[in-house]
């Protein structure tokens, strides 16, 4: 690992890990909590989609704030709402409280996860940029991955509330280590050389309007298929191949393994031999094991396909996230950055909004097809209209 990367160990991988692992713990329980309030299923998928709200709100607004606050505060204050919000979800009684919260939290999420990537961006060079990043994924997916089963285990033993009350501890945890290791890498703007922060976003998209335009649709079919996924692998194993809970699970962690492994190969491809390198092959691979999907017929072949959206997806880590730091402007990095999440967090809320539209019409195998052909969109998209931005300059100056 590169030395500047490993630096990053304190101020941004842990509290990185901490908070993807505060995430995985209420996957399990949070819709169990939910439904302790007596509401219908529609209402717990409110609840469970609240935080997703929440971060799509508040992207523009985050990026706006890193540019006139800081780097810094801005990643104290998103820990800070989030660590808040988790300890009130863990002690209030009712459900509408519980969705506000849930909303507050997706607002901490988007100012923590845009603060992050600013930081990461400013603080190490391009040539080991993919490596940064593709490292905050991995640790990303590593959290996630290492925590529903505890908590899934202290829900069962101490209540349903208990976990969050875990999450808010863990989340103070990487409060008190944000505070400690994390230096001030972007200052404020002085109050007269701040440029309308509206404006500014309209002059990104004037000048960069090529390169946003190809590479934002690319990002937006590539969450759109990386959401996608995690809907219809679940789905098809229960309602048409006849699996178990258990099985789906099974499938899932096998691909989730797989995926979490692939990150120090998809820095290495990103800084070593281009950001293409990464990007391209994992929309195709990610594609290709949708395509498998309707031909599936039991545990193992759609194990089988798992495994290889698993495979696609862990090339693709940190790859739209060293893009987006690539085209970004130097001096409006927070509000392009802010543009960029937004349309990477509409991308992946729209996948599982298309494969409910499309199996809900036509069933669940020709929504997997769907999928498939938006991850070739994607790689060709990638491949032949958004810039190779390895080795080029930093982006110059807005004027």
Same mark, same amino acid.
């Given at each position: ?21 505060? !995430? ?44 006139? /606050? ?37 607002? &901490? ?9 600013? /930081? ?12 940064? +990043? ?22 069962? !033993? ?6 969050? +009350? ?36 309209? !002059?990104?998209?004037? @000048? ?7 590479? &934002? ?35 899932? @962690? ?82 392009? +950055? ?62």
């Amino acid at each position: 690992m590169s030395r500047r990367v490993f630096a990053l160990m304190l101020p941004v991988y842990v509290p990185s890990f901490l908070l993807a692992f505060t !995430q995985g713990l209420l996957i399990p329980t949070l819709p169990l909590y939910a439904t302790t309030f007596g509401v219908s299923f529609s209402l717990v998928s409110l609840a469970v989609a609240a935080k997703g709200i929440g971060t799509l709100v508040m992207d523009l607004p985050s990026g706006v704030m890193l540019e006139r /606050f800081g780097t810094r505060k801005v990643m104290l204050l998103g820990v800070g709402v989030a660590c808040v919000s988790l300890v009130l979800m863990g002690l209030i009684e009712n459900y509408y409280v519980l969705v506000i919260l849930r909303l507050l939290s997706g607002c &901490g999420t988007a100012m923590w996860m845009l603060s992050r990537m600013a /930081f990461i961006s400013e603080a190490v060079p391009l040539e080991v940029r993919g490596r940064a +990043l593709s490292a905050f994924g991995g640790v990303n997916r590593i959290g996630v991955f290492a925590s529903p089963a505890i908590g899934g285990l202290v829900g069962a !033993q101490f209540g349903l509330q208990t976990p969050f +009350l875990l999450a808010a501890a863990l989340t103070g945890v990487a409060l008190v280590i944000t505070l400690k290791y994390v230096p001030e890498s972007r200052k404020p703007a002085k109050a007269e050389h701040r440029r309308p922060h509206w404006r500014t976003m309209g !002059q990104i998209v004037a @000048t960069y309007r090529r390169d946003l335009f190809a590479a &934002g649709s690319a990002q937006i079919l590539a969450q759109m298929i990386r959401a996608g996924r995690e809907i219809i692998v679940p789905l098809y194993g229960a309602t048409v191949l006849g699996l178990d809970v258990a099985a789906v699970g099974v499938i899932l @962690t096998v691909s989730a393994a797989i995926d979490m492994s692939l990150f120090g190969i998809a820095g290495l491809l990103q800084d070593r031999m281009g950001r293409k390198w990464a990007s391209v092959p994992s929309m195709i691979i990610l594609g290709a094991g949708m395509a498998m999907v309707p031909f599936t017929s039991g545990l193992f072949s759609l194990l089988a396909a798992a495994a290889i959206m698993g495979l696609g997806n862990g090339l693709g880590s940190g790859t739209m996230m060293t893009l987006g730091s690539d085209l970004a402007p130097r001096d409006a990095m927070g509000e392009f +950055l802010g543009m960029w999440r937004l349309i990477g967090d509409g991308g992946n809320t729209g996948g599982p909004l298309v494969v409910g539209a499309v199996a809900d019409l036509t069933g669940l195998a020709l929504a997997a097809v769907v999928l498939a052909g938006v991850g070739a969109l994607a790689a060709s998209n990638l491949a032949w209209f958004v810039p190779e931005t390895r080795h080029q300059r930093e982006r110059r100056a807005l004027t």
